[in-house]
């Protein structure tokens, strides 16, 4: 019986709310058809909660959604923002003063506890504030059960009610800015119920999500194009020419006002504080938001912005230098952004003889970019002899394990057997029956006690190798969990001389392996 408002229990009663494999196959099968109710059904919450689709306006929200790099777009808004400082006078033409703005961020999945999902100032909601906002609505669903139309459920589905809650703390803390990254595709998602953003971005398109949202890059690219509204500037990473079209189609259908390719030279020659090169794409989107959304706010008057935060707009033909168009604070932003769990290197003090390399990819496309940034990051280590793989796939979504493998096996032919070790380990952190996480419940994957999926990982390594002919001893194993995986991982190596160890397939592998690890949500 639960009792107490302590974090853990509403986190217990937040995962109740989880749908489970049975009802999204139900989805899967309908081709999306029960997705249609989402966007009323969404309003109907919000209602229930008192909020009008106008306050959720006043939240003057940045839009993103994508495939790769919607996150970390995200991540570089919200910090670039966070050093913006707005200006204001006084009483009767008194002192003028600035204050920096105050951010919300809302993304998922989450990595090592659910609150990371809301942000306040680029920081996890705390404990007590999650638990104190979540009760509200718990509460107040419970009090408008007389409110509930035929057919939706009393209590939203989870990531239903995470983005209320989100909205909920926005509006209680008195955000300045609310960066929304969409959960999965945009027209339906729970996000797209707001109606008035002030500017909507489009990261990288490719294939996830495929068994809900489609099999081809044009039926994502509709799903994607979705956020974007009447009147309000779109922003969009460079895609392929049948996904650009659909986006160009949506843009006019639903009346965007502007429809813009960031490119990925806007932020040439200044510093990431995310790694990778494909960075650049997601950095030059969020600059691209992130200036829009502060020359909106100035013309609306809504803010006044300190100058050295007033970005130049720069005319197409424009062919000054990147330097001369940013101020300091989005360069800082910029340097400063920080994102756990995406190409992300981790020393633990439990572990000093092992450096992690840790990167939540799970499409075809982001493991490539996870396989570029891993061959250069790994290069300064001088013995690869124990370089150490850990890697897992769920099958959800219509994602293919053996597919997203595929292009990690290539990379360790390239280099002469790189993997002297590879573990496939479901997504459980603990050993069975021993300890759980509430944090890490997930009802929305069939749990699979007998670890067909990993096998079959372990299978198809195994063939990749056989039909390229390698007659190296690549040792191959399958574990019951993240803790066995990262045990036998660390096992060998010296302070002096690293074990590199691979992490990557799912987000929440990474998750798991940072718990384990002892990282502490930041």
């Not at 429809?259 to 030059?284: C, D, F, R, Y």
Request: proline share 4%.
């Amino acid at each position: 019986m639960l009792t107490t408002n302590t974090y853990e229990t509403a986190v217990e009663l937040l995962n109740q709310t989880q749908s489970n494999a049975s009802i999204l196959q139900a989805v899967r099968a309908s081709g999306g058809k029960l997705n249609e109710r989402s966007m009323p059904e969404m309003r109907e919450y919000m209602a229930r909660l008192g909020y009008s689709m106008a306050d959720l306006d006043e939240l003057n929200v940045i839009h993103v959604a994508g495939t790769k790099g919607k996150g970390s777009t995200s991540a570089f808004c919200e910090s670039i923002l966070r050093r913006c400082h707005v200006v204001s006078s006084g009483s009767d033409g008194g002192q003028t003063t600035t204050r920096p703005l105050k951010t919300g961020l809302y993304t998922s999945p989450h990595i090592l506890q659910v609150r990371e999902r809301i942000r306040l100032d680029g920081q996890p909601l705390s404990k007590a504030k999650f638990t104190k906002y979540f009760y509200e609505l718990w509460n107040r669903f419970d009090e408008t059960q007389d409110q509930v139309s035929e057919g939706t459920t009393s209590k939203p589905p989870y990531f239903r009610f995470l983005t209320a809650l989100a909205f909920h703390v926005f509006k209680k803390e008195g955000v300045d800015v609310a960066i929304m990254e969409v959960g999965m595709g945009g027209a339906y998602d729970a996000t797209n119920v707001i109606r008035k953003p002030i500017v909507c971005a489009i990261s990288s398109l490719g294939l996830d999500h495929t068994a809900i949202l489609g099999k081809t890059l044009p039926e994502i690219a509709w799903h994607k194009a979705g956020i974007m509204k009447a009147g309000i500037p779109c922003f969009t990473s460079p895609q392929k020419e049948d996904a650009f079209k659909v986006i160009e189609e949506q843009a006019l259908e639903l009346k965007a006002s502007e429809l813009s390719i960031s490119l990925p030279s806007v932020v040439e020659g200044i510093t990431l504080g995310l790694a990778g090169s494909h960075q650049k794409l997601n950095a030059s989107l969020a600059v691209s938001a992130c200036t829009t959304w502060i020359h909106t706010m100035q013309a609306k008057k809504l803010y006044t912005f300190d100058s050295s935060c007033i970005p130049l707009l720069a005319s197409d033909d424009s062919k000054q230098q990147q330097q001369e168009l940013l101020p300091q604070p989005f360069i800082d932003g910029l340097a400063s952004t920080t994102w756990i769990g995406r190409a992300q290197e981790y020393h633990a003090a439990q572990y000093p003889n092992v450096t992690w390399f840790l990167d939540g990819a799970h499409t075809p496309e982001s493991i490539l970019v996870c396989t570029e940034w891993f061959e250069g990051a790994v290069k300064k280590y001088v013995d690869h002899t124990r370089t150490t793989l850990i890697f897992n796939c769920n099958s959800t979504h219509g994602r293919d394990g053996p597919e997203l493998l595929k292009p990690i096996a290539e990379l360790h032919l390239q280099h002469n057997n790189l993997f002297s070790r590879v573990i496939f380990t479901p997504n459980d952190p603990y050993r069975p029956n021993t300890r759980t996480l509430a944090d890490y419940t997930n009802n929305m994957v069939d749990a699979d006690k007998l670890l067909t999926a990993q096998y079959a990982l372990q299978a198809a390594w195994k063939e990749f190798m056989d039909t390229a002919g390698s007659e190296a001893v690549t040792e191959t194993f399958v574990v019951s969990s993240i803790e066995e995986a990262v045990e036998l991982a660390a096992v060998g190596g010296s302070e002096e001389e690293k074990t590199p160890v691979l992490v990557t397939g799912s987000l929440y592998l990474v998750g798991g392996v940072l718990t384990n690890l002892g990282a502490e949500c930041i």
